[in-house]
């Protein structure tokens, strides 16, 4: 083995022998995390992350069946689908989806924007934009009935929402910053009053929703530290509330807001109970969410312990789950801001309270509680981890009320009742979109029509778009745009002049001269890239404009942390010759290893067409797919 196939830190370029062949491998592509001692010689390119957390041994469990009545009439009022039907875009990551009462969609993202949808009988239809916090959101609570919405943000300011005439109709400025908020009201009720914790301390104010903003109670004696979890039961009228050191109080609403007495079964003794779990395990929920009938509820952790067993479901292989446990690992890390990516996850429960459901690193899974059995699994196969979770069971075509007992019976008059819409909205970690799962699977043809683009560009992005650098003596050698047309179609990509003006200055000259014209996509490997540039077509050849390697070029601002990243393959540090590769999701251990000099912003159905084709041992597609030419502007 070369020097650089025997470090794990790079990969390398294949020499050519004297006759012409490839000789022992130094791979060209983003490396791993850490390579095996024993890795192929003939592995060419970039290689995903690789799996690094072992299976564990199958115990033997006494299995007792239990079974759920009208389990298949339950499941078929829940998505079904393996793939998200639909996508809509804010202009941000998001944070919060939330499903009110009165088949409102109300979506929130990270820069303080706020969306409202209708759902309608199949699909949402966008009914209003609101600009409504200058700072990212913390929290969001609607009503019991579903007729108002409150968000407080990192600013400490609070908005009022009236869901109903999708219309802002209270702020104030809190004098501290806000953690988490919820109404605390009964349906009904004509004063909304709305619960807020503090970041600094576990008090709690709640304050007159509709009212000048002073609080009209202050709750300092329940918690000892910052609350961040709040439920409230319409039916038993309590609060169910968890603070940052894993501690879970239950409570009612008014003077002098202690544990409910008029809860039938009520425990007594929190000793008698499970809800020091979180202390024990030095854990904090993410999520409290209660059943329809308020008798049970459900929470999410961190941190996780995550392993990959043989009786699994659904099973992947080692360096896809590695990859995602990469991602998973990184969801539990403090981002710039402080805030935990994971802290976003939420589980919530189907109409029936029989099911729970909840994202993970494998897809979104539907669990029944009764048997304790995965008996749904979405979005395995989507690039995409999914994070907060909404789900609608109604049927918005009738304005009558059907339950499940009606619809299972044989009365010939409800047999006309049309179908419903059960939708599944999710959020996805980093992603600029939330997805909508139904019962209808995309089809073929409009799976790149799924993602709608309904936001406009920002100026930001315009400039870059239409940014052109001119020089008197000729052709300016950079570009801020390219299109690459393959045989199966464009793909356009957005480059970095004014962050890599070399490495795109090579991309530049190397396009305009005719380089890549014929050269095939020689090595692809699904849910991690896609790599070409070698006119040899076998991943040992290539140079830059210069004749020579060049150096990296590295920026803050252009990382690894998403799909569609155009970057440089090269055989270690200032390597760089000819070779790109195109990523079709976030690789961020790629970092400071590759130069990234562009994205995708269109064609994307084309990345995957190519993603997805069947290829030979050494990831070569079977059938040759070539760049026809490369148009710069």
């Not at 004098?175 to 349906?187: M, Q, T």
């Not at 202050?218 to 709040?230: A, E, G, S, T």
């Not at 052709?475 to 045989?487: G, N």
Request: include cysteine; proline fraction near 6%.
């Amino acid at each position: 083995m070369s020097d650089a196939s025997q470090d794990g830190s790079v990969l390398g370029k294949r020499e050519r022998g004297e006759d012409g062949q490839s000789g022992a491998s130094d791979e060209i592509g983003p490396a791993p995390v850490d390579m095996s001692q024993d890795e192929s010689d003939e592995d060419v390119g970039p290689m995903p992350m690789p799996a690094g957390a072992p299976g564990v041994t199958k115990r033997n469990v006494k299995r007792v069946f239990i079974v759920l009545p009208h389990e298949k009439l339950y499941l078929e009022h829940l998505p079904s689908a393996d793939q998200y039907y639909k996508s809509f875009m804010h202009r941000d990551a998001l944070s919060f989806c939330v499903m009110t009462k009165t088949d409102f969609v109300i979506t929130t993202s990270v820069d303080g924007h706020l969306k409202l949808w209708k759902k309608q009988d199949t699909g949402i239809e966008f009914v209003k934009h609101f600009r409504a916090h200058s700072s990212s959101i913390v929290g969001v609570s609607a009503s019991a009935d579903g007729q108002l919405f409150a968000s407080v943000a990192e600013d400490g300011s609070a908005k009022v929402f009236d869901v109903m005439n999708f219309d802002m109709i209270n702020m104030f400025k809190l004098d501290y910053k806000p953690v988490a908020c919820c109404y605390v009201h009964r349906r009904g009720q004509a004063q909304g009053l709305l619960a807020i914790s503090d970041q600094a301390s576990g008090t709690i104010r709640i304050y007159d929703a509709r009212g000048d903003g002073k609080p009209l109670t202050v709750i300092d004696k329940l918690h000892r530290y910052p609350v961040h979890l709040m439920a409230y039961s319409d039916r038993y009228d309590t609060v169910i509330s968890a603070d940052e050191n894993g501690f879970v109080e239950f409570w009612e609403p008014t003077e002098p807001f202690e544990l409910p007495k008029k809860v039938p079964g009520m425990w007594k003794y929190k000793s008698t109970t499970d809800l020091y779990e979180f202390k024990k395990t030095k854990s904090i929920p993410t999520c409290i969410t209660l059943s329809p009938d308020s008798s049970s509820f459900v929470t999410f952790s961190l941190p996780d312990q995550m392993q990959q067993a043989g009786t699994t479901a659904y099973k992947v292989d080692d360096m896809e789950f590695g990859r995602r446990l990469a991602l998973e690992r990184e969801l539990e890390l403090p981002e710039a801001d402080g805030r935990i990516p994971a802290m976003w996850s939420n589980a919530v429960w189907d109409e029936s309270g029989a099911f729970v459901i909840y994202p993970t690193l494998l897809g979104i899974k539907v669990v029944n509680t009764v048997t304790n059995k995965v008996v749904r699994l979405m979005g395995k196969d989507e690039a995409v981890r999914f994070m907060n979770l909404a789900l609608y069971q109604g049927a918005p075509a009738k304005r009558g009320f059907t339950t499940l007992a009606m619809a299972a019976s044989a009365n010939p008059i409800l047999a006309n009742k049309e179908t419903r819409d059960p939708t599944l909205f999710c959020t996805g970690y980093k992603k600029q979109r939330f997805f909508l799962f139904t019962r209808s699977e995309p089809e073929d043809s409009k799976v790149s029509d799924r993602d709608v683009f309904n936001e406009k560009p920002t100026r930001e992005e315009q400039s870059i778009a239409t940014a052109t650098i001119t020089n008197r003596g000729g052709p300016s050698p950079l570009a801020s745009s390219a299109v690459i047309h393959t045989t199966v179609g464009d793909i356009h990509i957005r480059l970095f002049p004014k962050q890599v003006p070399k490495t795109v200055e090579n991309f530049v000259g190397h396009a305009r001269s005719g380089y890549y014209e014929g050269v095939i996509f020689h090595r692809v490997i699904a849910k991690f890239m896609i790599q070409t540039g070698d006119p040899l077509g076998d991943g040992t050849g290539g140079t830059s404009i210069w004749g020579r390697e060049f150096e990296d070029e590295f920026s803050d601002d252009l990382r690894h942390d998403r799909p569609y990243t155009v970057s440089m393959a090269n055989a270690g540090p200032n390597t760089n010759g000819s070779q790109f590769f195109i990523t079709t999701t976030a690789t961020p251990w790629l970092d400071k290893k590759h130069t990234i000099f562009g994205r995708v912003f269109s064609g994307l159905e084309v990345v995957h067409a190519i993603e997805n084709v069947k290829v030979n041992k050494m990831d070569k597609p079977l059938e040759d797919i070539k760049i026809i030419n490369v148009d710069v502007d």
